[in-house]
């Protein structure tokens, strides 16, 4: 099978990480293949926070947990260590689509790469917090951004789960 498609088709979701590192040359290879996902007009406008500060991981941790409505102390990353998180501008109108198609390339990029990755939500809700706005501040980045989602990133612990069946009928022929 064409390698591209085995990957596409092999990629599971992992919500087991080990707390091992993950080499900065492999976090940047992921991080280009989102960065050159098809975007609307070619305007590029998603960008990428790439966490691996473990202050801020446990920050993002907690306020992810809460948003959920989780128990304190669940980990909505899995123990994963590095978490990318995709955003695009408030008011471009593909933001919502290429942001999706940053996400979708990181985590292909990360199961070729033998990674594990998993997509997280509430970005959305945490980005419209003061307290992460003030990250997008401290950054330098101006204007106003809409979560997309969290990719959570690193080494899976144990075998990948199985690729649960395709549901039927969901593809329509006119020939
Ligand atoms: C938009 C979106 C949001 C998701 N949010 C979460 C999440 O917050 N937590 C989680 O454990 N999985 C999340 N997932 C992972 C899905 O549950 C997973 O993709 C789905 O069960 C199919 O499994 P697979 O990715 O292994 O094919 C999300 C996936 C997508 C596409």
Redesign the pocket.
Known sequence: MNTTIKDIIE???I?KFKPDEVPQALIDEVIEAGLYAANGKGKQAPIIIAVTNPDLRMQIMRDNCRI?GWKEGFD?F?GAPVILIVLAPKDWPNGVYDG?LV?GNL?LAGHALGLGT?????AKEEFEEPAYQALLKKLGIEGEYIGI?HCALGYPDGN??K??ARRPNRVYYVS
């Open positions: 990629r599971r979701s919500r959920g909505p899995y999706s996400m985590m998993i997509w997280i939500n509430r989602g990948p789960p690729a649960s």
